[in-house]
T-cell receptor
Framework: GAGVSQSPSNKVTEKGKDVELRCDPISGHTALYWYRQSLGQGLEFLIYFQGNSAPDKSGLPSDRFSAERTGGSVSTLTIQRTQQEDSAVYLC???????????FGQGTRLTVV | AQTVTQSQPEMSVQEAETVTLSCTYDTSENNYYLFWYKQPPSRQMILVIRQEAYKQQNATENRFSVNFQKAAKSFSLKISDSQLGDTAMYFCAFMKYGGATNKLIFGTGTLLAVQP
């Protein structure tokens, strides 16, 4: 597709369950970012990929959070043993290289009940 | 560490009028970018305008312009001839130039309502 695609659009899960959020970046974009937007908050950086490697994971809030990227394309953000405080919109963005504009997807709204 | 502050949680403007959204930031870097992003109810972040810190000239994009004051670390967004479609959350963001990550540091946003 032409833009960054994220799935699912919305996800409701029970506390303690694992969830996977998917991001399809714009074709050819080498940089990929995950951000979290909690209610009433700005966007919080989680992790950055350059190709398949993640040189900056400093924003991941706990070891329950992990992410991978395969083939320099699709990325998956996994949250294990979800907690209510994980409820948020998770946004993915990609850019052609570093130092260029980031293009965002529409996000996944995660609700932990 | 860099921080971005948006002191106006909500603003309202009449259609066709002009509104200015404020943003201040703190950094010790000399080379960086500043951005304004718009987030409508669809949730997708849309780039409105960007400014390179080394450029003295303020960026403009049609009805959108910025007032970039590097010494004061201020980066306000002016929207002229406001339209109903401008109703959205607006985020100011900072990005260090040449960093290893190029992650964006966002403010907490300003909710703009354009009234008919």
């Amino acid at each position: 597709g032409a833009g960054v695609s994220q799935s699912p659009s919305n996800k409701v899960t029970e506390k303690g369950k694992d969830v996977e959020l998917r991001c399809d970046p714009i074709s050819g974009h080498t940089a990929l970012y995950w951000y979290r937007q909690s209610l009433g908050q700005g966007l919080e950086f989680l992790i950055y990929f350059q190709g398949n490697s993640a040189p900056d994971k400093s924003g991941l809030p706990s070891d329950r959070f992990s992410a991978e990227r395969t083939g320099g394309s699709v990325s998956t953000l996994t949250i294990q043993r979800t907690q209510q405080e994980d409820s948020a919109v998770y946004l993915c963005a990609s850019s052609p290289t570093v130092n260029t504009e980031a293009f965002f997807g529409q996000g996944t709204r995660l609700t932990v009940v | 560490a860099q921080t971005v502050t948006q002191s106006q949680p909500e603003m309202s403007v009449q259609e066709a009028e002009t509104v200015t959204l404020s943003c201040t930031y703190d950094t010790s870097e000399n080379n960086y970018y500043l951005f304004w992003y718009k987030q409508p109810p669809s949730r997708q972040m849309i780039l409105v305008i960007r400014q390179e810190a080394y450029k003295q000239q303020n960026a403009t994009e049609n009805r959108f312009s910025v007032n970039f004051q590097k010494a004061a670390k201020s980066f306000s967004l002016k929207i002229s001839d406001s339209q109903l479609g401008d109703t959205a959350m607006y985020f100011c963001a900072f990005m260090k130039y040449g960093g290893a990550t190029n992650k964006l540091i966002f403010g907490t946003g300003t909710l703009l309502a354009v009234q008919p």
